[in-house]
């Protein structure tokens, strides 16, 4: 189990790696990567395919050729994935079977015919074999790859028993071999790993055998002379054994029950948070009160001085207390702000709460003229204000860029920071993708999805490039992602940390997409960000919030969700079903997801720079209408 631990990781993290190496990339290991080349040139060539291979001996395999991944050093094939490509045939034997570094063989939902070979089957580092959704006929394989740890073979025309070997496949997790025609009893396998299994609609006769009698009868419907639990007891037999208890380990109860558990919570907590919106509302307007108190004090001063004299005012203000009264009640705006309000007009604006974040609250106000802002009251700031200034200053200059948040003002005093920031009318990403979900949500499309990702990158970009590489966002997540109407995305809340004595883990929320290194340092770095960024791709793509609620046994980690169902199989369950219905874009959503795997890698070292991952994004996502075929498979089977 260590062993396969590790070794996904490795597995996961190669887009990332590989990316970074193409530069590299040499003629050292030039031999064997050409013999898998010639192996794969041969297999395609011998089979009929329905969508276009791009296997062209003049362009490099590693980086160009779909469905085909390399190994970190660019030396040998260890992955193949061609679902529903439209394969027709049979495989030819000398042709897969030599690509003896492969680790990853992805065949599924094509037409392929004949035997699977077992040249292929016993591929030395061969761990996860899918090969469902064809019509592979004749027996199983009788030797298979001591690593095997996911072997899919469902959904063909198999025959025959089943046979021994299986016992010795130590690493084996997922064996699926549902709807073939196997016949004869059923091994006792005694693998202990084993955590799914699926033996149904096939031939199978005689009694369940005790090892596997912990697996659901969905395990084995469909085999109508099998018996025993927790099918129906086997009739002529002998006495039946004391009854077994239901399974407990069994993987669907286990999945509604915590269904049932999300629900019940996701519905506390929507109480408890409308409870305390209420009571942050009224704290407000106490606050506010006050604030009112307090600038009046010093407003009949400032109410006979223009607005348009301000700005002079305010440096020579700086010494005389007279005037420090004036200052309490000004907003300094950011040269080039067209705005033209004061702190009074803030107050008197109609407000409404948009958001509780990690350094504060942020309100949406509607001033007398009908301009709309975005104000952040700010918590717990422990610079003084010449630091804070210039803070204010580096967030305005970083905000000069399509997918950075600009700011328009703010405002210190001692008791009340606050920023200004432009109002975008679409909402977060957060609230894009969790929101309304229920029967009457717009569903928010794969490109938008990739779209707004693919800003927030630039927007980070811009970030870490800009002071010589010095600026971190560090509170990167889909909340402070806000989306126009086209899916432009913005972020905001960027580079606070440095002035704000916030604990990173201080909000549930923040803390799920925090790099683990930063929850010990409390220090975000570049680095960090790629992390966090890395948790969103990965809300992006299934739909699940990084942190669900505080259950017991809740997702409380994302990527560690994620690597746990991907360590078993590709699965469809890891993806946001919203996702599922929108035709070829499956290959890119496993790309995209192995990258976010990369992008949330603990070692910090080893998660991508953000070019990398601009250029990664592009590379994998093809916007709708380009070249992403649909004309064969209208729409491909997502099972493995
Ligand atoms: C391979 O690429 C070369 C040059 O790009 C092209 O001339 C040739 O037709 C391609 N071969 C196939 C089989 O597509
Ligand atoms: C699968 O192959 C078998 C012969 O091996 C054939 O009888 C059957 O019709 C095929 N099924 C499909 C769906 O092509
Ligand atoms: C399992 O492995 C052992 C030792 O490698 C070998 O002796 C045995 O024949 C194998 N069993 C089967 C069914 O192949
Ligand atoms: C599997 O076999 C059962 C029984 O023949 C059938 O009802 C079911 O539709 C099959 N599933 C698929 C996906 O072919
Ligand atoms: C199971 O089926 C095989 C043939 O497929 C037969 O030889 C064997 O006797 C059957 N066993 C039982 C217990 O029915
Ligand atoms: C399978 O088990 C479930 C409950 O564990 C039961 O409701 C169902 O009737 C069983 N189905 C069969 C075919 O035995
Ligand atoms: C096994 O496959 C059958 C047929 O596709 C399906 O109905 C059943 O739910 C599956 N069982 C499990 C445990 O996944």
Not at 206 to 232: A, H
Not at 468 to 482: M, Y
Request: aromatic letters at 8%; glycine letters at 6%; charged letters at 20%.
């Amino acid at each position: 189990m260590e062993q396969a631990m590790d070794h996904s990781k490795i597995l996961l993290s190669l887009p990332c790696l590989l990316s970074l190496l193409l530069f590299f990339s040499s003629q050292v290991t030039a031999d064997l990567l050409d013999s898998d080349k010639q192996a794969l040139l041969a297999f395609a060539s011998a089979l009929h395919h329905g969508r276009k291979l791009n296997w062209n001996s003049t362009t490099p395999i590693c980086s160009s050729w779909i469905g085909v991944k390399c190994s970190v050093d660019q030396a040998r094939v260890q992955a193949i994935r061609l679902p529903g490509m439209g394969l027709f045939g049979s495989i030819p034997s000398n042709t897969l079977a030599k690509l003896d570094a492969l680790q990853t063989l992805s065949l599924r939902s094509n037409h392929l015919v004949g035997n699977l070979p077992t040249g292929i089957s016993s591929l030395p580092s061969l761990r996860y074999l899918y090969l469902q959704d064809n019509n592979f006929s004749g027996n199983l394989p009788e030797l298979f790859s001591s690593r095997l740890t996911v072997l899919d073979l469902s959904y063909n025309s198999f025959t025959g028993e089943i046979p021994d070997v299986f016992q010795n496949l130590s690493q084996l997790s997922v064996l699926y071999l549902q709807n073939n025609s196997l016949s004869g009893s059923i091994p006792d396998f005694k693998l202990v790993g084993l955590k799914r299994l699926n033996l149904s609609y096939n031939k199978l006769n005689g009694s369940i055998p005790t090892s596997l009698q912990k697996f659901p009868n969905e395990s084995f419907t469909g085999n109508s002379l099998l018996c025993g639990p927790p099918l129906v007891q086997c009739s002529a037999v002998l006495p039946s054994p004391s009854p077994i208890l239901p399974p407990i380990s069994n993987p669907e109860e286990f999945h509604s029950k915590h269904k049932h558990v999300a629900i019940g919570t996701w519905a506390i907590i929507a109480i408890v948070a409308g409870g305390l919106s209420v009571l942050l509302l009224l704290v407000m307007v106490f606050i506010v009160c006050v604030m009112k108190k307090n600038g009046r004090e010093g407003s009949e001063a400032s109410k006979k001085k223009s607005s348009a004299s301000e700005k002079s005012e305010k440096s020579k203000g700086e010494s005389s207390n007279d005037a420090q009264n004036v200052e309490k009640n000004k907003l300094s705006f950011f040269e080039g702000c067209s705005y033209n309000f004061d702190l009074d007009d803030l107050l008197r604006a109609s407000a409404e709460i948009l958001g509780k974040g990690t350094y504060g609250t942020s309100y949406k106000a509607v001033l007398e003229d009908g301009t709309m802002v975005v104000v952040k009251r700010l918590k717990e700031v422990v610079s003084g204000k010449r630091e804070f200034e210039q803070q204010m200053e580096i967030i305005r200059r970083l905000g000069d860029h399509p997918n950075v948040l600009s700011i328009r003002a703010y405002y210190y005093s001692k008791e009340e920071k606050l920023l200004v920031y432009d109002f975008i009318p679409c909402g977060s990403f957060s609230s894009l993708l969790h929101g309304n979900r229920g029967s009457n949500r717009t569903s928010l499309d794969w490109d938008s999805r990739v779209k707004i990702l693919r800003g927030v990158a630039h927007g980070i970009e811009h970030i870490h490039s800009e002071g010589g590489g010095q600026f971190v966002h560090g509170n990167i997540k889909s909340s402070n992602v806000l989306v126009s109407q086209n899916f432009e995305a913005c972020v905001s809340d960027f580079c606070l940390s440095s002035i704000m004595n916030t604990p990173v883990n201080c909000s549930r929320i923040a803390v799920g997409y925090h790099a683990p290194e930063v929850i010990e340092t409390q220090k975000p770095t570049q680095k960090s960000d790629i992390y966090s960024f890395g948790v969103m791709l990965l809300e992006m793509l299934t739909g699940k919030s990084p942190l669900q609620s505080q259950g017991v046994d809740d997702i409380v980690d994302l990527p560690k969700w994620v690597q746990s169902m991907v360590r078993e199989e590709w699965t469809s369950e890891v993806f946001d079903a919203e996702l599922l219905r929108y035709p070829n874009i499956e290959e890119e959503m496993v790309q995209m997801l192995q990258f976010a795997m990369a992008c949330v890698a603990s070692n910090p070292e080893r998660r991508p720079k953000i070019d990398s991952v601009i250029s990664m994004i592009e590379e994998i996502w093809q916007p709708s209408s380009s070249n992403r075929s649909s004309s064969e498979e209208k729409s491909v089977r997502i099972t493995g």
